[in-house]
């Protein structure tokens, strides 16, 4: 049984395991609830005033839908550009999970700071818990991350990381189905206000997400591994950024999964952050059918995060993701064509097969291409910075589009550029694992 106060790990220690998955039961919830499900359409239909869907943020005027996809972005943007660092700095320090307990903690707060987001005149305090939420949720996920190659052996990855997944799927679906529930019948507990049921929604997010991390932070080791401290810790965290640094450069199988993944992850993620609002926006969903299916979705996320991880296992990681990408083109396409409900339901019966296995399968194939090191975080402090830094510019992009032309149809052509982009460096990456393939399981078969 693996000692949480030791910094020496035991590989494959099912309690160390079941902690680790129990985070993705936590945090999903925020991915779910709040900017998948039941946010984005109380935030679309609380900000519109009179039939308009203009308004004033810091004095100027926006797309109700074109600030929110802009200041997920700049959350987005502020974890890319502190997790490196960070990270570097709780490698030297040796205390991943303090950090990774403070992002929690932080992104809780602003999930229960949205219960007091009740109208359009409060938009200021519904987009800075927002921003709050996200920049919680994304730093602890750097270090969440970082565990992975250092509790599993190699043969393991792709099947916990794939665990994971399925657990936060299936925890957030739970908590999406009670607040629901909540929703749906308001009035039999006397409920007159009809922002109070989603508000409690919020509230019950986070915490959940708070009491259930701590059945993680109470089993995860201290660290990831053990290492003398010399000198200050803001130096030496920049000295061990610097290293890792140093080190991608230099992988060149490394750097081109990295441009592949920040194409191809910049529109899966922003297609998870926009989808709701888009089928509010664009096909007149309300908010139950939204719910709906989001549900179904997420049902067919955790049979997809395994499916991929089987694929991967029979044809290899960069096979696996190729055929990932190129269904996500297909979505693409046809997401352009969405004109009724039933169009948006099919779209979402194909996203659902991929949108796990995509993920799951990502954060797999990076943890065996990364060297043993005892920089695990400051590594995936990178793969966090890559895949915030893609988010930021995919939902500013589509923000921006949004406002220009008053339609999120128009952003979809920029979701396709990106796939395409993507694919070219993963079948680039594909090659160069077929002449050199420097990790097992990565570029062909195990």
């Given at each position: 049984?693996q000692?949480?106060?030791?910094t020496?790990?035991?590989?494959?220690?099912?309690?160390?395991?079941?902690?680790?998955?129990?985070?993705d039961?936590?945090?999903?919830?925020?991915?779910?609830?709040?900017?998948?499900?039941?946010?984005?359409?109380?935030?679309?239909?609380?900000?519109?005033?009179n039939?308009?869907?203009?308004?004033?943020?810091?004095?100027?005027?926006?797309?109700?839908?074109?600030?929110?996809?802009?200041?997920?972005?700049?959350?987005?943007?502020?974890?890319?550009?502190?997790?490196?660092?960070?990270s570097?700095?709780?490698?030297?320090?040796?205390?991943?999970?303090a950090?990774?307990?403070?992002?929690?903690?932080?992104?809780a707060?602003?999930?229960?700071?949205?219960f007091?987001?009740?109208?359009a005149?409060?938009?200021?305090?519904?987009?800075?818990a927002?921003?709050v939420?996200?920049?919680?949720?994304?730093?602890?996920?750097?270090?969440?991350?970082?565990y992975?190659?250092?509790?599993?052996?190699?043969?393991?990855?792709?099947?916990?990381s794939a665990?994971?997944f399925?657990?936060?799927?299936?925890?957030?679906?739970?908590?999406?189905m009670?607040?629901?529930?909540?929703i749906?019948n308001k009035?039999?507990?006397?409920v007159?206000?009809?922002?109070?049921?989603?508000r409690?929604?919020?509230?019950l997010?986070?915490?959940?997400?708070?009491?259930f991390?701590?059945?993680?932070?109470?089993?995860?080791?201290?660290?990831i591994?053990?290492?003398?401290?010399h000198?200050?810790p803001?130096?030496?965290?920049?000295?061990?950024?610097?290293?890792?640094?140093?080190?991608?450069?230099?992988n060149?199988?490394?750097?081109?999964?990295?441009?592949s993944?920040?194409?191809?992850?910049?529109?899966?993620?922003?297609?998870?952050?926009?989808?709701?609002?888009?089928?509010?926006?664009?096909?007149g969903?309300?908010?139950?059918?939204?719910?709906?299916?989001?549900?179904?979705?997420?049902?067919?996320?955790?049979?997809?995060a395994?499916?991929?991880?089987?694929?991967?296992?029979?044809?290899?990681?960069f096979q696996?993701?190729?055929?990932?990408?190129?269904a996500?083109?297909?979505?693409c396409?046809?997401?352009?064509?969405?004109?009724?409900?039933?169009?948006?339901?099919?779209?979402?019966?194909?996203?659902g097969?991929?949108?796990?296995?995509?993920?799951?399968?990502?954060?797999?194939?990076?943890?065996?291409?990364i060297?043993?090191?005892?920089n695990?975080?400051?590594?995936?402090?990178?793969?966090d910075?890559?895949?915030?830094?893609?988010?930021?510019?995919?939902?500013?992009?589509?923000?921006y589009?949004?406002?220009?032309?008053?339609?999120?149809?128009?952003?979809?052509?920029?979701?396709?550029?990106?796939?395409v982009?993507?694919?070219?460096?993963?079948l680039?990456?594909m090659?160069?694992?077929?002449?050199a393939?420097?990790?097992k399981?990565?570029?062909?078969a195990?």
């Amino acid at each position: 049984m693996q000692d949480p106060t030791t910094t020496t790990i035991v590989k494959n220690d099912q309690r160390t395991v079941r902690a680790w998955v129990m985070y993705d039961w936590a945090n999903s919830v925020y991915v779910l609830s709040i900017t998948s499900a039941i946010f984005p359409a109380y935030y679309n239909s609380v900000t519109k005033v009179n039939g308009s869907t203009i308004v004033e943020v810091l004095g100027m005027k926006f797309q109700n839908t074109g600030v929110y996809s802009i200041n997920l972005g700049l959350a987005f943007g502020i974890v890319a550009l502190i997790s490196p660092f960070v990270s570097s700095v709780a490698d030297y320090m040796g205390n991943h999970r303090a950090f990774m307990r403070f992002f929690c903690y932080l992104g809780a707060l602003g999930c229960i700071g949205l219960f007091f987001f009740d109208s359009a005149q409060m938009i200021h305090l519904g987009l800075a818990a927002t921003l709050v939420a996200t920049v919680g949720y994304a730093g602890s996920i750097v270090f969440y991350n970082s565990y992975l190659p250092a509790i599993v052996t190699e043969d393991q990855l792709d099947k916990t990381s794939a665990r994971g997944f399925s657990m936060g799927y299936f925890g957030s679906t739970l908590l999406l189905m009670a607040s629901l529930a909540l929703i749906l019948n308001k009035d039999r507990f006397g409920v007159t206000d009809g922002t109070f049921m989603p508000r409690l929604a919020f509230l019950l997010t986070g915490l959940w997400w708070l009491g259930f991390s701590h059945i993680t932070f109470s089993r995860l080791p201290r660290s990831i591994y053990s290492k003398k401290q010399h000198g200050h810790p803001l130096l030496n965290g920049y000295h061990e950024l610097q290293k890792v640094w140093y080190s991608l450069r230099e992988n060149r199988q490394l750097k081109t999964f990295l441009s592949s993944f920040f194409f191809y992850i910049m529109g899966v993620q922003t297609v998870m952050f926009m989808a709701s609002s888009f089928g509010e926006k664009e096909v007149g969903l309300g908010m139950t059918q939204l719910i709906v299916t989001i549900l179904l979705l997420q049902f067919l996320g955790i049979g997809g995060a395994y499916l991929f991880a089987w694929v991967s296992k029979k044809i290899g990681n960069f096979q696996a993701l190729t055929i990932a990408i190129i269904a996500w083109i297909g979505i693409c396409l046809g997401a352009f064509f969405i004109k009724t409900p039933m169009h948006f339901y099919v779209a979402a019966f194909f996203i659902g097969l991929v949108m796990g296995g995509i993920q799951a399968l990502s954060r797999s194939t990076y943890s065996k291409l990364i060297p043993q090191t005892e920089n695990n975080a400051g590594y995936f402090g990178f793969y966090d910075a890559t895949e915030k830094l893609a988010m930021m510019f995919g939902l500013v992009m589509w923000g921006y589009l949004d406002d220009l032309t008053g339609s999120m149809r128009n952003s979809i052509f920029a979701l396709f550029v990106w796939f395409v982009v993507g694919l070219g460096f993963m079948l680039w990456a594909m090659k160069n694992a077929s002449k050199a393939p420097i990790v097992k399981g990565v570029g062909s078969a195990n």
